[in-house]
């Protein structure tokens, strides 16, 4: 039985020598079959295979037709009775790579007519694009405390702090990447309370997000990030650079 990794490689090789009807294929297969293989495989199927995917469809674009096909049926199912978190994240996550947010702004809004309770469980997935689409009056509606969020959010972050502080330095990227993420969460939700002119609110959870960083190393890096976004990759490249150099 072929495995995930090995298929992925193969599309990545196909797209390289120019054979994209056999890339396709192969990121059909990943994307319809890789879960029932190896179930673990999740993660890289919403990210690093969605970006390869998009790569291939700038080239070839029968993939992105085919990319939005299956995000289309999938939106039919979940507007037709088969609504979950999952579902909607393999939706939100395809809209993302296509560059199609509004579209998954517009689902959010049909399922939320349809069934508020699946709506709800899926508005943290949904809050990226509402935000982008500035419907800020909807996105208020499910960030019903804001000071419980970034409660929520801190905890995540610093439950994997602590829990990464004991691995090797290998685990770095790891904690990068919830670093990352706490602040896109927060941004998020500050963006939410400024687009309904609740600045003060916004001052103060702002504050909240980072009096609740228990790491004196991770707040600083936060009150940068916060700030001035992207600054934490900025530098780390700058500091690779001049590794590079000495």
């Given at each position: 039985?072929?495995?995930?990794?090995?298929?992925?490689?193969?599309?990545?090789?196909?797209?390289?020598?120019?054979?994209?009807?056999?890339?396709?294929?192969?990121?059909?297969?990943?994307?319809?079959?890789?879960?029932?293989?190896?179930?673990?495989?999740?993660?890289?199927?919403?990210?690093f295979a969605l970006r390869d995917w998009?790569?291939?469809?700038?080239?070839?674009?029968?993939?992105?037709?085919?990319?939005?096909?299956?995000?289309?049926?999938?939106?039919?199912?979940?507007?037709?009775?088969?609504?979950?978190?999952?579902?909607?994240?393999?939706?939100?996550?395809?809209?993302?790579?296509?560059?199609?947010?509004?579209?998954?702004?517009?689902?959010?809004?049909?399922?939320?007519?349809?069934?508020?309770?699946?709506?709800?469980?899926?508005?943290e997935l949904a809050m990226n694009a509402?935000?982008?689409?500035?419907?800020?009056?909807?996105?208020?509606?499910?960030?019903?405390s804001p000071e419980q969020r970034i409660?929520?959010?801190?905890?995540?972050?610093?439950?994997?702090?602590?829990?990464?502080?004991?691995?090797?330095?290998?685990?770095?990227?790891?904690?990068?990447?919830?670093?990352?993420?706490?602040?896109?969460?927060?941004?998020?939700?500050?963006?939410?309370?400024?687009?309904?002119?609740?600045?003060?609110?916004?001052?103060?959870?702002?504050?909240?997000?980072?009096?609740?960083?228990?790491?004196?190393?991770?707040?600083?890096?936060?009150?940068?990030?916060?700030?001035?976004?992207?600054?934490?990759?900025?530098?780390?490249?700058?500091?690779?650079?001049?590794?590079?150099?000495?």
């Open positions: 039985m072929q495995q995930p990794n090995e298929v992925f490689e193969r599309a990545r090789q196909a797209r390289e020598e120019g054979r994209f009807q056999d890339a396709l294929k192969d990121h059909l297969w990943l994307h319809e079959h890789a879960l029932d293989v190896s179930p673990e495989w999740n993660g890289v199927r919403l990210s998009i790569y291939l469809a700038e080239q070839f674009p029968a993939a992105r037709t085919a990319l939005q096909a299956i995000r289309d049926r999938e939106s039919a199912r979940m507007l037709g009775g088969g609504a979950t978190v999952e579902r909607f994240r393999e939706i939100a996550s395809i809209n993302e790579a296509l560059g199609e947010v509004p579209a998954t702004h517009q689902l959010f809004l049909a399922l939320d007519a349809v069934d508020a309770s699946v709506a709800e469980q899926c508005a509402l935000v982008k689409c500035e419907d800020f009056q909807l996105a208020r509606r499910f960030l019903a409660a929520q959010l801190a905890e995540r972050l610093n439950g994997a702090a602590e829990a990464l502080a004991s691995q090797p330095a290998s685990a770095a990227p790891t904690l990068l990447a919830f670093v990352l993420n706490y602040a896109k969460e927060v941004r998020l939700v500050l963006a939410v309370l400024r687009g309904m002119d609740e600045n003060d609110e916004a001052d103060n959870m702002k504050k909240a997000a980072l009096e609740q960083i228990r790491s004196d190393g991770l707040r600083a890096i936060m009150q940068r990030e916060l700030d001035n976004p992207g600054s934490t990759l900025a530098a780390m490249a700058k500091q690779q650079e001049q590794d590079g150099d000495a």
